[in-house]
């Protein structure tokens, strides 16, 4: 028994070594190939995240950042923010993007979806956004692990390609200075009512696994940008 806990420990270790090396190579590797291969984007999709507590927390700093490196490299054209008021009184795609305006993104280069609920709803509404707006070219932008979480999902529904540009955290070293303030109240709701009281768990994992989408088509993939 003493010897099978051991072993299980270890594995565990293992695995989450593994995974931690995965979340570091592979965003290098596909930021490498966008750089070498000379890639740029019409527009990247960045999925929001809650605002509370009066300020951006170290997920929808990290996000945000990366889509101002982005833009300034110049792989990214325009950004469009994702997400609406989920879990607090704030449209997430807004605090996102009075964030943004304040690191020096031009306003005419950042757009809004205040659609999306859940992850794959980032995705999809962003998408049918940047097809509205005559985009032709997109990528998503977000940290390593919703990056792995959504590939399926990218991969399967959409016609158009949507290239996966993860953080890299070691990038955004160069920006520890940087503590942009923002007044929030553009991005308050006020009927606001918390995604958590108007539907139940069972409910809420559908719309994350992308169930409340509808669909264009029988295919159920949204149709080339």
């Not at 890639?39 to 960045?46: F, L, P, Q």
């Not at 985009?135 to 979480?149: H, V």
């Not at 539907?199 to 669909?215: A, C, M, Q």
Request: charged share 25%; aromatic share 12%.
């Amino acid at each position: 028994m003493h010897k099978k806990l051991i072993m299980a420990t270890l594995l565990t270790g293992i695995l989450f070594n593994m995974g931690c090396v995965s979340m570091k190579k592979r965003p290098q590797r596909l930021y490498r190939e966008v750089v070498q291969q000379n890639k740029t984007y019409d527009a990247i999709i960045v999925p929001g995240v809650p605002f509370q507590n009066g300020t951006w927390n170290n997920v929808m700093r990290a996000r945000v950042l990366w889509s101002y490196f982005l833009y300034e490299k110049g792989i990214a054209r325009n950004i469009i923010y994702s997400g609406a008021a989920v879990y607090s009184p704030y449209c997430e795609a807004k605090i996102m993007g009075l964030y943004a305006r304040q690191l020096g993104i031009p306003k005419e280069h950042i757009f809004y979806d205040t659609l999306a609920l859940h992850s794959t709803e980032n995705v999809y509404y962003a998408y049918e956004l940047a097809r509205n707006n005559k985009f032709k070219s997109i990528a998503l932008a977000t940290d390593p692990f919703q990056s792995s979480l959504l590939k399926g999902f990218t991969r399967k529904r959409f016609e158009t390609t949507i290239q996966h540009i993860p953080v890299i955290f070691d990038s955004l070293r160069q920006y520890d200075s940087l503590n942009p303030v923002i007044d929030p109240a553009p991005a308050f709701k006020e009927d606001f009512i918390s995604i958590e009281d108007q539907s139940g768990f069972w409910k809420r994992l559908k719309g994350t696994l992308g169930k409340n989408i509808k669909w264009d088509n029988k295919n159920r993939k949204a149709k080339a940008l």
